[in-house]
């Protein structure tokens, strides 16, 4: 190959040199493609042509500073390299930190205070409903003391976690507060006991990680009531939960109504309220908690973690990375993510352009070096990730949804997109938006303003341009696969032409990366 190209430049320069008369030193384009093989080389730079404006008008050669050692620049159809700004977009559930056992005993606390006949099932499979008391949980953890005996519902909590990936993430406000996870909840509950026990104390990969122990039917087996179920009936497995959701959430919302003041009513507004008074309950900012780390893990997010990579610049004294932005779930958990963003070992300095959400915060912003942590609405975030940028202000931003305008996650991201298509601080550079969520159904949902142009592929990673943009900005979506991603979800998302699969190895280099990249060059 490299002799036919060594042949096909000397017939070149025979055919010019006949014709024209010029000599090869005159040609530098030849010189060139001479040099095909060192053009594999990282450290290659064209060679200064000995005559000016004699290269093709594809190529030109620009000197850079003297003061600095360097080659010269590439520029393309005039263009010279250009910095690409890379603003991250990170969803903190499931992709920051890993929420679902937190939330898993979160709606079975939940499921208790809506339907308070759920007592009697949760006895008959081993089940203590004093466990799951949530205002006796948080109480244990400023104490110290860890009655809970979590053996005993460890396979429900496993189960939930299963299903996360449907019950806890979503574009929906309802699923992102957990609404779908307590029914969930009351859902598996009343599936197990229509066995009576004879999956109790099954062993396997499945069974023993999916149903009660043996010790939960007690030395009796006539204490759990079979007079409900059938031969042959069974729970439902993980794998046939996950593929009737959507029917089955509906049916539980039918069959099991809530008891408000002696009537039947919809749960749903009981459980929104109960959900409220859960997270608000969680505000356990700048009070003394124990170290005991299953009642942690059991109230708060447990960080990944790469979330210090993401959160934190450790080649900038720990400064906080300014072209992060981080997506809460719901407005609700506002506190609850605050404590657990507390627990990574940092004090925070909160400061807010909100209002309402920010009333029954118990903040001491009395000592020094702490963290700030900007909470700002969604129509606010760009505005302030500008102005964090101007005044060179190492600020966290925590984005907060407003779920009384039915303010999805989809929503949201398309609120900043557009917002950085038509507003930069730098200029004459390129904004690159990488979406990094752990909820498919919200990615999907993203695909809507991009356009149906097909995404460019660069460097293994597919870029979407948006339509009618101001300052040339893209746009990136990425599943996070370290989280409960279903492999059906995997498969889907890998399959999209609008969509990445991020591991956790990809995920801390593009963080860590600083990314300096050339406008597409048009050869003729």
């Given amino acids: 190959k490299m002799y036919a190209i060594h042949r096909l430049s000397f017939i070149l320069w025979a055919i010019s040199t006949l014709a024209t008369g010029i000599s090869s030193t005159r040609v530098p384009f030849l010189a060139f493609v001479s040099n095909a093989k060192r053009r594999h080389s990282s450290k290659y730079r064209p060679i200064q042509p000995s005559a000016p404006n004699t290269l093709p008008p594809f190529l030109s050669l620009q000197p850079k500073d003297k003061d600095k050692d360097s080659d010269n620049d590439i520029i393309f159809n005039g263009w010279s390299p250009q910095t690409c700004n890379e603003i991250f977009l990170l969803a903190m559930e499931g992709t920051l ?39 006796n949980v948080i109480n244990q953890l400023q104490s110290g003391s860890d009655e809970n005996n979590e053996e005993t519902y460890s396979w429900l909590l496993q189960k939930m976690e299963a299903l996360s990936s449907i019950a806890q993430q979503g574009n929906d406000p309802d699923v992102l507060l957990g609404v779908d996870s307590v029914l969930l909840a009351r859902l598996l509950i009343e599936e197990q006991l229509l066995d009576g026990g004879r999956s109790n104390g099954c062993n396997g990969k499945y069974g023993g990680k999916f149903h009660p122990p043996s010790s939960a039917s007690g030395d009796d087996e006539e204490e759990i009531d079979t007079s409900g179920s059938k031969v042959g009936s069974r729970p439902l497995t993980v794998g046939e939960l996950f593929a009737n959701w959507h029917e089955l ?25 109960v959900l409220r008074e859960m997270f608000s309950l969680t505000d356990l900012l700048n009070r003394d908690i124990s170290d005991a780390k299953i009642l942690k893990d059991k109230i708060f997010a447990s960080w990944f973690p790469q979330a210090y990579d993401a959160i934190f610049d450790y080649q900038n004294d720990m400064n906080v990375r300014q072209n992060t932005m981080i997506f809460l779930g719901h407005e609700s958990q506002l506190s609850w993510a605050l ?8 004090s925070l300095n909160i400061a807010s352009d909100l209002e309402e959400e920010c009333k029954h915060l118990d903040v001491n912003t009395t000592t020094n070096n702490k963290t700030k942590v900007l909470l700002t609405s969604t129509k606010n975030a760009w505005r302030n990730h500008l102005q964090r940028l101007r005044d060179d202000d190492p600020s966290l931003l925590l984005v907060v949804p407003d779920s009384s305008i039915d303010h999805s996650h989809s929503n949201s991201i398309r609120q900043i997109v557009m917002d950085a298509s038509r507003e930069n601080i730098t200029p004459n550079a390129t904004n690159n938006i990488c979406v990094v969520h752990s909820s498919l159904d919200v990615l999907k949902e993203c695909k809507s303003f991009v356009g149906d142009d097909v995404p460019v592929l660069s460097q293994g990673i597919r870029k979407s341009k948006l339509p009618n943009d101001d300052v040339s900005s893209t746009v990136t979506f990425f599943l996070s696969d370290w989280c409960n991603v279903h492999p059906s979800q995997y498969n889907y998302a890998e399959m999209d032409p609008w969509l990445n699969v991020l591991s956790e190895e990809e995920f801390l280099e593009l963080i860590s990366a600083k990314i300096v990249e050339a406008p597409y060059a048009e050869v003729l």
């Fill in 339 to 346: 404590s657990s963003l507390s627990l990574m070992g940092c």
């Fill in 97 to 135: 930190a890993s929420t679902s056992r937190s939330r898993s005993f979160m709606s079975i606390c939940a499921a208790l205070k809506v339907w308070p006949s759920l007592q009697s099932p949760m006895e008959t499979l081993g089940m203590n409903p004093a466990d799951f008391d949530w205002e």
């Fill in 249 to 273: 959430k509906h049916v539980t919302r039918n069959k099991y109504p809530a008891i408000v003041e002696g009537k039947a009513k919809d749960p749903l507004p009981e459980i929104r309220k």
